[in-house]
């Protein structure tokens, strides 16, 4: 019965993508069945999803079938059966195909993989690649900001003894600048990392924008304008775009240098090619853009009132991106030493406010998403407090268009600001909220005003219009495939567990976090059953039960071990460790095996996953979660191996 189960969903997915001559390969992981589709408009996802066997589809580079633990291997090896090839060998169609059907591999072969987006949303994931890992430093980085400039203003108001406090400024805004000083070589580590460049020259030249070691008594000249190079002109995009060209310039000395001399020559040549690039054209570029932007400000500001505030608002964060933003604080010195104030900062500030009203449509529009929901939990404070670096580059840009609607939002915040007229800060400063304190002559209601009417209209923008389609459908699938297996007509027999409640144990020691954190949405969205994860602090791995084992993957990434009880737990070490092949993990057990809690199950090596730039977060997931009433979380924030982490109830 169990092999005709296993054939049945075997030949049924065969049926609904396309038949085997629309499969090239076939190979699997823990959980699912991994196709690399020849074409996909002959792919049935409802029929996938509807077929009783299959717990939900994940569509990335390649269409990835989830069918638990157990199951997998033996579907996946059917499947490659019914062909005649192995595992991960190509299917023989490939060569031998129609005419129509060659015409459509050979389309496919031209593509990058399975589903290619296009040009434009290829360019926003790269730029989501780059900048989503830095978020956490941007969060801790950017709520230091945002205090150290709260004391700041307070100070600078007076509300505040300068001897008391300066020092703690002093102290924080040394942590802030240790990223967003130093920003631009980050990115350019990022950056080399994602186009395929070394990363080490990717930071020397994200650091050539700094201009660190330019004489100034005679310093690079803009070629446009005579005028000298100013640090930071080019901005992220200008890194962004050195970068991208170092990739192509040092691909190509890799295949045209000798190997023998190729650790010299392509490093140097390549970095004095881009270098010069970026100085003498990349920067200098920005810096004419900007020397025609000061003029048209200006311009705005003469023209008044809500008009100028709208213009402004929505301009301002094109203005970041290009790192041009940096011009405007000579504008607001001299206004703060004519007038004592500057009128120019407060709509400025109305662009960060739009990017956290997008921020906060999203959530709402996309709260299945948990993946982007937790990018967004963690952007949104230091949003607030003015620092919108987080919420640009991991939320609404590589979306494309909520940075628009976040734009609006901004001139919305403006024009309210600008129709009032006369709100000016008195120094200069992070914005949001943070800048309160700053507004001079008691003004600071209108400015809240402001930011109120952003958030609101950016908000309303972005939940109307700003919600791509595709990041409407991947969150609606999210949140589907979690019930898929509950919409699925089975035969299954339920029995009654035979326990008034089942324990499982830590099976390592480290950090706890929500499924919900972990980066694959087969876990996080609990496609294959509820549970827990943990970030290990040591390598070894022990048995959370006394029962048997009933999976060991062949890379030893992964591991199933079914309970006395019944309780069908897996444990998955990290996060795409099977790329490591099995380097790294050792095993104790075998399939069927019997093991008492807190026996030794398997040990890995973390530095090698550290190494390969893999996440360590472990799954521990209860993957027959629908036969139980309830499951409870016991561990919080950190776990011993051996200490209870959940508690099963019948």
Partial sequence: MAEEKIARIAKEIYENVGGEQNVRKVIHCMTRVRMTIIDNSKVNLVGLKAIDGVMGIVEDDTLQVVVGPGTVNKVAKKMVDMVGVKLGETFPNSGGLSFEEQALANKAAAKEKYNKPSKLKSVLKSISNIFVPMIPAFVGTGIVAGIAAVLSNLVVAGDLNAATWQQYIDIMNILKNALFAYLTIYVGINAANEFGATPTLGGVIGGVVMLTGMNPENPIKNIFTGQPLSAGQGGMLGVLLAVWLLSIVEKKLHEVVPESVDIIVTPTISLIIIGLLEIFLIMPLAGFVSDHLIGGINGILNIGGAFSGFVLGIAFMP????????????????????????????????????????????????????????????????????????????????????????????????????????????????????????????????????????????????????????????????????????????????????????????????????????????????????????????????????????????????????????????????????????????????????????????????????????????????????????????????????????????
């Fill in 319 to 650: 203005m970041v991106m290009l790192g041009l933003h940096q011009i405007l604080g000579p504008i607001h010195l001299e206004m703060i030493a004519k007038t004592g104030q500057t009128n120019l900062l407060p709509i400025l500030a109305m662009a960060g406010a739009g990017q956290v009203g997008a921020a906060l449509a999203i959530w709402a529009k996309l709260r299945k998403d948990r993946t982007l929901v937790q990018n967004i939990k963690g952007a949104l404070p230091v949003g607030i407090l003015g620092v919108g670096e987080p919420l640009i580059y991991g939320v609404t840009l590589p979306m494309g268009r909520p940075f628009i609607t976040a734009c609006i939002g901004g001139g919305i915040g403006g024009a309210i600001i600008g129709f009032f007229g006369n709100v000016g800060a008195i120094a200069t400063g992070p914005s949001g909220v943070a800048l309160i304190p700053l507004i001079a002559h008691g003004k600071w209601i209108i400015y809240l005003l402001g930011l109120v009417g952003a958030y609101i209209g950016s908000f309303l923008a972005t939940y109307f219009f700003g919600i791509p389609k595709d990041a409407k459908m991947k969150a609606d699938n999210f949140g589907k495939n979690v019930q898929m297996e509950t919409l699925q007509p089975t035969l299954r027999v339920v029995t009654t567990p035979a326990f008034e409640r089942s324990t499982v144990y830590a099976p390592m020691t480290g950090k706890v976090k929500d499924l919900s954190e972990v980066e694959d949405e087969v876990f996080s969205s609990g496609m294959l059953g509820n549970g827990i994860a943990i970030e290990p602090t040591n390598g070894q791995v022990n048995s959370p039960v006394d029962g048997i084992v009933t999976t060991v993957f062949p890379t030893k990434h992964a591991i199933g071990v079914t309970s006395d009880d019944g309780v069908e737990i897996l444990i998955h070490i990290g996060m795409d460790t099977v790329e490591l092949n099995g380097e790294g993990f050792e095993s104790f057990v075998k399939q069927n095996e019997r093991v008492k809690k807190g026996d030794l199950l398997i040990r890995v090596n973390l530095d090698k996953i550290k190494a390969a730039g893999l996440s360590m977060i472990t799954p521990i997931v209860v993957t027959n979660s629908n036969s139980y009433k309830a499951i409870s979380i016991d561990a919080k924030n950190t776990v011993d191996k051996g200490q209870v982490l959940l508690t099963i109830q019948p």
